[in-house]
Antibody
Framework: QVQLVQSGAEVKKPGASVKVSCKASGYTFTNYSMHWVRQAPGQRPEWMALINTDNSNTKYSQRFQGRVAITRDTSASTAYMELSGLTSEDTAIYYC?????????????WGQGTLVTVSS | EIVVTQSPDSLVVSLGERATINCKTSQTILYSVNNKNQLAWYQQKPGQPPKLLIYRASTRESGVPDRFSGSGSGTDFTLTISSLQAEDVGVYYCQQYYTTPVFGQGTKLEI
């Protein structure tokens, strides 16, 4: 069965960076792109970025352009999201989420989420 | 960016009754290549990630009970739960994927 297992909760100070990992299993990692979506407390999910896990091509939301970097390690079936220049507005649950195909914008499976708290 | 708006923001429905949630997009999301609307519905329970219920506006994801159905085209869409069960409580989001994903603000469904 498809599983996306993310790294644990993080507490960061303003101005710092955070890197979240997402290990995939139960399917061929390079056959499906991976999205990153965040959800602030009580808010709707917000799309951040997409990586083609086969060729590592990326697409970023303009809102996060220049602050977020998405990478992947095919040998470990793992995707990574790094967000820099953190502020309290970045406190949220960060999800990796599988696209329903290569380059697809439709999401079918989600990781369990990683809570990132930004506080001085 | 396509704006996605849901109504109502919250809904209280009795067990066994029908629940209806609406979703409107600011422009058409009908993909001309396959003539399919690029609209999905997700269910989110507290402390859990969203779960895909419906895609292409009306196609049920594998394993989703048939009391869930989706309809609509162009810019106006509806999620219907035909006979509400206790486990259906949660927040429901519609999402357009015609362009990079945009979610509606959510509808909280209670018994």
């Amino acid at each position: 069965q498809v599983q996306l297992v993310q790294s644990g909760a993080e507490v960061k100070k303003p101005g710092a960076s955070v890197k979240v990992s997402c290990k995939a299993s139960g399917y061929t990692f390079t056959n499906y792109s991976m999205h990153w979506v965040r959800q602030a407390p009580g808010q709707r999910p917000e799309w951040m970025a997409l990586i083609n896990t086969d060729n590592s091509n990326t697409k970023y939301s303009q809102r996060f352009q220049g602050r977020v970097a998405i990478t992947r390690d095919t040998s470990a079936s793992t995707a990574y999201m790094e967000l820099s220049g953190l502020t309290s507005e970045d406190t949220a649950i960060y999800y990796c989420a599988r696209a329903k195909g290569p380059g697809y914008y439709l999401i079918d499976y989600w990781g369990q989420g990683t809570l990132v708290t930004v506080s001085s | 960016e396509i704006v996605v708006t849901q109504s109502p923001d919250s809904l209280v429905v009795s067990l066994g009754e029908r629940a209806t949630i609406n979703c409107k997009t600011s422009q058409t999301i009908l993909y001309s290549v396959n003539n399919k609307n690029q609209l999905a519905w997700y269910q989110q329970k507290p402390g859990q990630p969203p779960k895909l219920l419906i895609y292409r506006a009306s196609t049920r994801e594998s394993g989703v009970p048939d009391r869930f159905s989706g309809s609509g085209s162009g810019t106006d869409f509806t999620l219907t739960i035909s006979s509400l069960q206790a486990e259906d409580v949660g927040v429901y989001y519609c999402q357009q994927y015609y362009t990079t994903p945009v979610f509606g603000q959510g509808t909280k469904l209670e018994i």
